[in-house]
């Protein structure tokens, strides 16, 4: 079996608490940083999926690490240092009960709904004729609550989460202003390496001084959903399926397989070669995504490296 990491059971120097997320590990350390362990876990539709994936929290862990340092000019964020290939350390924030879900694209749970005959999301309008995968004529904040583990993130408008009071209007709108802006230069970015940022989603918290950052992950194949650019206009006239590069492949096979997180269902059975194949495609998304070699760090014993290059960090 190969070495993954799907759960973590640190005691780390001036340790407080640990949360446990359907990906990440986040251990308070003193109430002033966050340790976030990127564990090996694979969730699809709000359920973590039986095996982990070798590799897929380095992966995870240095693209958001990568994204947050490219985009620091224009959004704040938590991040302090990467002391290992599957950790981030950085301020300890209180994060807003709401994912920004931003999207350029008639694609995913937005094009199921419009397939339904829905016409708006989120209480934001979609226009008439557009087929699945069709640009917007502007991107959309389609906003969901953040739900508690094993409970599924529901959409919800900003008219709902004003009047219920799950975010102040002052803070929305920055918000809404820092979506935009990662949602700008992630597009750009992805056009530069011939990809198309179809959607994603981003998470922010408020630091112990009051500043809103950018916290947990951006712009991972987790949290978004890219195409190649090259031939899109060609597939989408001809009314082929688009080349994807996101998550998006292991929810289909779930589907295929009977499987969409609702009750009574069942996950299909993970082979050891249908797991070699998530890990080869999301080495491939690395690659894509970044534009450089995926190096895979030594996961001979992934719980001991992490443990001492974090203790290692906290003690300097």
Known sequence: MSNTITTT?????????VYRGKVREVYNINDDLLVMVATDRLSAFDVVLPKGIPYKGQILNQIATKFMELTADIVPNWLIATPDPSVAVGHLCEPFKVEMVIRGYLSGHASREYAEGKRSICGVAMPE?????????????????????????????????L????????????LEKYTRALFQR??????????ILVDTKYEFGKTKGGVIVLIDEIHTPDSSRYFYA????????????????????????????GFQGKEGQQIPEMTEEYIATVS???????????????VKAD??????????????????
């Open 299 to 316: 996961i001979s014993n992934i719980n001991e490296r992490i443990e001492k290059n974090v203790v290692a960090y906290l003690a300097n």
């Open 280 to 294: 080869e495609r999301y080495i491939e998304l690395y690659e894509n995504i970044i534009g450089e070699k995926f």
């Open 9 to 17: 059971n640190f005691n780390f120097p001036n340790q407080k608490s």
């Open 230 to 257: 090259e031939g899109y206009q060609e597939r989408q006239n001809s009314g082929e399926e688009q080349k994807q590069l996101s998550k998006e492949f292991v929810r289909r096979w779930l589907i295929e397989n």
């Open 163 to 174: 009047a219920n009071g799950i975010v102040t209007e002052e803070d929305y709108v920055v």
């Open 186 to 195: 992630g597009t750009e970015i992805a056009a530069s390496k011939g990809l």
């Open 129 to 161: 004729g557009l087929k699945e995968n069709d640009k917007f004529p502007e991107p959309i904040i389609t906003p969901t609550t953040k739900a508690d583990n094993g409970e599924h993130d529901a959409d919800i408008s900003r008219e709902a989460i």
